[in-house]
Structure formats: C-alpha cells, structure tokens
C-alpha cells in the first residue's frame, strides 16, 4: 500500500445523478475526508455546501472595481485639471459630473476584468493537465455523469477505506486514478 | 444558472407553465443535440449557400473601407450640413442590435428568467458580432484612420490629451468597455462547454483547439462556485452597463444644442429603442437558425413568444417616446424644436417618419395576437419591420435635424453614395459571415446552463421540495 500512495492521485466514483452525488458528498464528508473534491456537468449548490467552500472572489472584485473608480476620475483629473488645462466654454477645469460618465465605465470594465482573470486564477486555469484526465470514464463529467474523487493526500486516506466508503454510495463505478 | 435558488421560497404554481424543454429531456439528450450540431461532418447545405453570399458581402465591406481610407471620408455622402450620415447612423443601429445580448445574458439572469437559458449564447454571440460592426464606424469615420488611437488617452507625440467633457470621449469608453465586457461575459459561459466538446471530440485537431480554449476545466464543484459567483457578478455589472451605453450614445445627441436632439427624453427612449431592435434581430437570426440546425427542442416557441412579447412592450415604449417628443415639441413653445417636427413628419423627408411611424408603432401591435404571435412567418416579418423601422428612427434623428437647424441659408439634402450603401450591406454580411461560422463551431446553445433547468439535475435531497418543482 504505502508504496502505491505517490503515484496515486486518489479514488473516483461515478454516480448517474445529482441527487446521489450530494448523497455522497455528505457521507464522505461524514466520514472525516477533507481532500475530497466532487465533479458534475453542472454548478450544483448543494455540493458546495455539503463539501463547505466558499471563496473570496467577491471581495476581490470590489478592490478591482474600487481600482477602476479611482483609476478613471484620478486619471480625468489629473488631466484636465493639472497637466492639460483646457478651456471649453468656460466650464471649471475641474468639472465632475462630466467625468462620473468615465469614472462608471472604468469602474465596471475593470470589475468585470477582476471577475474573469480572478475566477481563471483561483481555479488555477488554464491546467493542461489533471490527474483525472488518465480516467476514461470521467470524460463524462462534462456530459451528464456526476463524480466524487477522494485526494491520496487526505491525511486520513487509507485506499481501501477510501474504496469501501465510496462503494457504500451507490456508484456507478469506483476506480483508482494515477498521477 | 443557480439550481437551487427557489428552493427556499416554494409556492405552488398557480398555473402549470409550459415546459423549456421539449422533447427528450434528459441531460446527456441535450449535450448530444447541442454538440450534434458543431459535431456533423458536414452543416446544413443552406449554410454554405448563405456563407457564400455573406462572405462576398464582407469582402465587399473590405473594399468599401479600403476604398474609403486610400481616398478620404468624402466617398460618403456626408456633406454640409449633414456631417453625420449613415456612418453614424449605422454605427447607432448596430449598437442598438448589440443590447438585446446583454440583456438576455445579464438583465433576464437576475430577474431569474429560466427561459433565457436556450437563447442568451446566441443573443451574446450577436452582441458581440453587432458591436464588431458598430466599432467599425467610428474607426472609419475619423478618416485617418492611422491615427485614431487619439481617441484614447495614450500619450501622443502632440503631447496632447482628449477632452474629457466631451459625450464623443464617453462613447469611445462606453462602447470599449461593452465589447469587452460583452466577449468576457460570452467566452466565460463557453468555457464549461468548450471542455464538452473536448471531451467529446474525436479528431486530434478538435481536441487541441476545444481544449486550448477550454483551459483545462474540469467541472471540480470549487470551480463551479467560483464561476457561478463570477457570473452573477458579471451580470450584475453588465446590467447597469448596457443601459448606459446606448444612453451615453444618445448623449452624442442630446448634449449637442441641435434642435430635435436637444432633449431629455433620449436617454431612456434609445435604450427602449435598443432592446426592440436587438430583440427584433435576435428573432430574426433565430428563426432560421434553430430550423436550419434542428434546435427546435431546446428553442422552443414559448422562447419565441416571450421575445415577441419584449417586441410589443418595448416597441410601445418607442411609440410613446415619439409621442412625448411631438408633445414636447409644441408643449415647450420653443419654434425651433416645434418646426423640427414638424418638418420631420411633413418635410422632405416624411417618407422616412412615417415608414418609420409603420415599422416601429404599428407593425409590432400585431403581436397582441397570439395566433400571430406564435406564428414564424408572422414574427419573422415583424421583426424584419422592426429591424427596418429601427434603422430609419435612427436616420430620422439623424438626417432631419443636421439638414433643417437654425439657419435655412445652411439648410441642405442628404443623400448617400454607392460607398454608403456598400459599406452598410456589407455590415450585413460581418455580422452574418461571423453568426454563421458561430453556430457551425461553437455550440449555439450554453449546455450546462440548460442542464440546470431540467428537472433531471436538481438534487432533492435534503431540501424536500416536490419532484419536477423547477420547471420555469
């Protein structure tokens, strides 16, 4: 067994529904496995609630949008205040409400840029490579199969333990998955 | 997209709503009948001969451009006093198409309308090709061309900055801002489905490009809440940005002091106008588009129908605003603004308002009929009408006040040259050559978005809601 553990990248099982996922999700979870990930066709909330994550890109979109803000007026003022005063019908050169326009612009395209690069970063995308492209079966997961993989490196994994509680799920498979 | 975000709040239905799903309805029936699509040896034989005819279309858009950067913008009919031609008019036109995208993807997302799910990728698609043609003419019309990064605040060797109090400098953000929220906002929801095609594909070429684009997604649950909070995020942004951009081009009108652009009502008269036309468009590509590929299952009528009822809602909205304008008009005592109107629906150009008044006011009442509205001929030429009428409400602004403002020695007659008319016709054919190529290798349909309407991918565990809830 122990020699097996650094090529092992963990234990899948694959179930028809969603429902039977997040069956599993909680029984697994239950059974003290912390490095357990589920894989579906599909966002499923209540596979993130069952496997508790939670994420901290909304916070980093506010600090990207807050960026823009202040990136867009800072940048209007500076111009036409300070380094190219110009003087358009005799409006102040610090005329605001004509630069809230940009400012609002600003603020969104860099939120939505935070929201994208922030989501493709913490996924870790782009990944050319994952352990569990080796498993033929999974490439039903983007179709319409429902997968539970439990990690090697749980510090409980034990692969024997790790098959019998996946099996006591009502998978359609279980198969081990190499590096 | 949220699967169990009605969970908490279940009522009962106090009618059944029809199904968004016909036909088989099973998550893996989708997947095929969506990828089936991008996966056919060979598409449809009306698709090569409609790529035949609008790839000659774009190739004589290109030489329209080339024709008109080599010589100058005078090969256009824009002439004292009408500056602003059809340039600027097409440029409104296909900003106006572009919204209807963004407001199926994001507006109809957060009010949780479940039925978008069939129609938002190719609403977003359109979007994004609408605001490709739309972009096109601002570049041009600067005349040259090579220069016109001055638009943007980039240090120059003029050592000069753009003026920021100007509603042109707003549009430049607001219209780069959109194309790039839009092609965010459309390849962020093609990712899961890239990785379906991956994972499907059987060529060694396929799996390449599919996988390149797919960045190795892999559906983990950690990537679907990150993308799911991204999502909501990006529609929630996107909303309040699409209604400012079609008002931040209106303000090219309303901040000027020209009579007949000069008001207040512009704002949200252009971003009604906007979501008409861009419906209109969306039901006119649609129509042929899921016949041709056999889509029908998952665009269904009742998607259809519900587009044409946008079409009537917001087409009324249109035809209240050109009411207000002529109340206005007489309401406000200003002569100059009083003859502007009048002079657009009895002057030289009262062909144009009142075929407008047709296209855009009366054509759409029809849909009050659900026979009609259910019908495809009758909405196909609807939304011809309305595509139509909506070009002309645009060159009606546009043409009547420049031609007919305060001095009559000024006053003048625009009309446009062949180069006009090319360029624009080849638009059609930008827009349609890159539909077309869409709907043969992307899929048509976001796949996993529509999984999570079907009552077959709702976990019921442990919420204890009844079998078959989320049906709408």
Sequence with gaps: MQHETPTLYGVLAEFASADELVAACKRVKAAGYEKVEAYSPLPLHEVNHALGHTSKLSSLIFCGGLTGALTGFGMQTYISVFDYPMNIGGRPYFSWPSF??????????????????????????????????????????????FFLCIEADDPRFDLAEAKKVLASTQPLLVEEVPH | MTVDSTSALHLDE?????????????????????????????????????????????????????????TGVGVWGNNSPAFWGWDIVNFVFWVGIAHAGTLISAILFLLRQKWRTSINRAAEAMTLFAVCCAGLYPSIHVGRIWVAYWLFPVPNQMQMWPNFRSPLLWDVFAVSTYATVSLLFWYMGLVPDLATLRDRATTKLRKGLYGFFALGWCGSARHWQRYERAY??????????????????????????????????????????????????????????RELFGLKELVTLRHLENMNKVILATGSMVGLAYATEFFIAWYGGNPYERFVFLNRALGPYWWAYWLMVFCNVVAPQFLWVKKIRTNLWAMFVISIFVNIGMWLERFVIVVTSLTRDYLPTSWGYFAPTWVDICTFAGTFGLFLTLFLLFCRYLPMVAIAEVKTVLPAAHPHGGHGHKEGAHHG
């Design chain 1, 100 to 145: 809230i326009v940009i400012t609002f612009e600003m603020t969104v395209l860099f939120s939505a840029l935070t929201a994208v690069i922030g989501m493709i970063a913490l996924n870790g995308l782009p990944q050319p490579y994952h352990p569990l492209f080796n498993s033929a079966a999974f490439e039903r997961a983007s179709r319409n199969r």
């Design chain 2, 14 to 70: 106090p009618y059944a709503r029809p199904v968004l799903v016909e036909g088989d309805r099973d998550i893996a029936a989708v997947t095929r009948r969506v990828c089936g699509v991008v996966e056919a040896p060979k598409p449809p034989k009306a698709w090569y001969v409609a790529i035949t005819i609008t790839s000659a279309m774009t190739v004589m858009l290109f030489g329209c451009v080339a024709y008109l950067i080599a």
């Design chain 2, 232 to 289: 909501l995020i990006l529609a929630a942004l996107a909303t309040p940005l699409v209604l400012s951009v079609h008002s931040v081009v209106s303000f090219d009108f309303a901040v000027s002091q020209v009579p007949g652009w000069h008001t207040t009502i512009f704002p949200p008269y252009f971003v009604a106008g906007a979501i008409f036309s861009g419906f209109g468009m969306v039901v006119t590509t649609m129509v042929p588009a």
